[in-house]
């Protein structure tokens, strides 16, 4: 079956322009979590949601990072007036539910900020 | 909160020999650990967890990994290493709750020929 997909694969933008990332899970999954890849980072969680709670936002480096999450499918991070320690490959992944789950991530979309 | 270190950046191994990558973890109650492969370009696949029960744990592509309370040490392990198997691995903490991982900073395996 199809896994987790994620577009753009690759993303140019000049600082201060925002962003968006757009993340599908496999379908039926009800849990989905950003993460973000940097060289000076490593892996770092951004995001999470399962069904309808409310997301948990603890790992979002700041108020111009947000995402949503419609109809318990497809999410979108934004990203407003990118930096350019914004730079970085963004992971999602979902799993079929929270807990014990293994979380399947997608390929990433590397965004580059000018 | 939980952490992980993995203290090797770089392994570079022969084909056919043997391979083991080192993870510590730190974390105030039962771990939930995995082992994810990044090859170049790649998305994270998981090649193996441990949530309970038997300590060695069985994963893909014939690594397996053993969990030490004692050491809070996973240690992932592979006899006889592919060249297909030239990657970036990261080892992982879930917590209970399962809602996040944290993960090491990853160990770039080199296989030379």
């Known amino acids: 079956g199809a896994g987790v997909s994620q577009s753009p694969s690759n993303k140019v933008t000049e600082k201060g322009k925002d962003v968006e990332l757009r993340c599908d899970p496999i379908s039926g999954h009800t849990a989905l979590y950003w993460y973000r890849q940097s060289l000076g980072q490593g892996l770092e969680f951004l995001i999470y949601?399962?069904?309808?709670?409310?997301?948990?936002k603890s790992g979002l480096p700041s108020d111009r990072f947000s995402a949503e999450r419609t109809g318990g499918s497809v999410s979108t991070l934004t990203i407003q007036r990118t930096q350019q320690e914004d730079s970085a490959v963004y992971l999602c992944?979902?799993?079929?539910?929270?807990?014990?789950?293994?979380?399947?991530f997608g390929p990433g979309t590397r965004l580059t900020v000018l | 909160a939980q952490s992980v270190t993995q203290p090797d950046i770089h392994i570079t191994v022969s084909e056919g020999a043997s391979l083991e990558l080192r993870c510590n973890y730190s974390?105030?109650?039962?771990?939930?650990l995995f082992w994810y492969v990044q090859s170049p370009g790649q998305g994270l696949q998981l090649l193996l967890k441990?949530?309970?029960?038997?300590?060695l744990v069985q994963g893909i592509k014939g690594f397996e990994a053993e969990f030490k309370r004692s050491q809070s040490s996973f240690n992932l392990r592979k006899p006889s290493v592919h060249w297909s198997d030239a990657a970036e691995y990261f080892c992982?903490?879930?917590?209970?709750?399962?809602?996040?991982?944290?993960f090491g900073g990853g160990t770039r395996v080199l296989v030379k020929p």
């Open positions: 974390y105030g109650a039962t771990p939930y």
């Open positions: 992982a903490v879930g917590t209970a709750a399962g809602n996040k991982l944290t």
């Open positions: 949601f399962q069904g309808n709670s409310a997301p948990d």
């Open positions: 992944a979902s799993s079929l539910a929270q807990g014990q789950d293994t979380q399947y």
């Open positions: 441990y949530f309970s029960g038997d300590t």
